[in-house]
């Protein structure tokens, strides 16, 4: 474990090296890091609330400094799934979106699936530091105006499965759902609020496909299951707080938020 808090709050959790375990009481003794951790996830929802995206990048990441990464993707698991439904179900029209989006969702669990196939022992901080640089560079270009261009109906489809691919595997290797959906969803030209659902939709996929990845390694246990369903609370606090902020937005601010927070979360990544 990465330090004596850490070790502390793993030992609460049942985290026995990659997964958790079943015998003790849930966070006895612990509950200075109890409430650190619920901080931390009512701080990643707030992200994701106003942002639409954020809650894994910023939760893994600071979890990451308490226990293993694939411990705190299983901790993220339920609260991650849930504020995903939640995110997608609000919005101007779920089957629409879903009809548009249906390629990229299979290519997301294709992906997914493929991650462990393609790349059986992962270089975890390599793929971390290549999907953070890219999120810099994204956040950037964002907020110098740059936009991607509209695919061709054409290519459509196609080009939704690619990305979802694509971006499965990615998330197969961190945890983190981001690149390339992001920019491919940015190019459909969405207002605010049909983006926060498409990118609820698309997280939903992912972040259901991990945790089935996670059952079939081992990872996801009854035990952590009870440890992650005891997040929700305030991740979902955190997430009305951030969708409150955002309704107050303009689409022009919530857009220059969006790349900033692109580009932070790319900096915290390379920095972790």
């Not at 502390?8 to 200075?32: D, E, K, Y």
């Not at 929802?45 to 990441?61: E, N, R, S």
Request: one cysteine or more.
């Amino acid at each position: 474990m990465k330090s004596p808090a850490g070790a502390t709050l793993n030992q609460s959790l049942m985290v026995r090296g990659p997964g958790l375990a079943h015998s003790g009481s849930m966070f006895h003794g612990a509950w200075r890091d109890f409430i650190l951790v619920c901080l931390i996830f009512f701080g990643a929802g707030a992200v994701k609330g106003v942002l639409g995206m954020g809650l894994p990048t910023m939760a893994i990441g600071l979890l990451g400094l308490m226990m293993p990464v694939a411990s705190a993707a299983s901790l993220l698991t339920i609260p991650s799934l849930l504020t995903n439904v939640w995110q997608a179900a609000i919005g101007p029209g779920l089957m629409r979106v879903l009809r548009c989006l249906w390629p990229m969702q299979i290519g997301i669990g294709l992906g997914v699936a493929l991650a462990p196939a393609l790349f059986p022992v992962p270089d975890e901080g390599l793929a971390r530091r290549l999907l953070g640089a890219c999120l810099v560079a994204y956040g950037c270009l964002g907020l110098m105006g740059w936009r991607p261009p509209r695919p061709s109906r054409k290519w459509d489809k196609m080009l939704a499965l690619i990305t979802g691919v694509s971006t499965g595997i990615i998330t197969g290797l961190t945890g983190v759902f981001v690149l390339p959906a992001v920019l491919y969803l940015q190019s459909l030209e969405l207002k605010k609020d049909a983006m926060a659902q498409a990118l609820g939709l698309s997280f939903t996929t992912a972040t259901a496909a991990l945790a089935l990845m996670l059952a079939i390694q081992g990872h996801l246990t009854l035990g952590n299951s009870a440890g992650s369903a005891l997040m929700v609370a305030p991740a979902v606090l955190g997430m009305a707080l951030g969708q409150f902020i955002r309704g107050a937005m303009s689409e022009d601010l919530v857009r220059r938020c969006f790349f900033t927070g692109a580009l932070l979360l790319g900096g915290w990544l390379l920095l972790r």
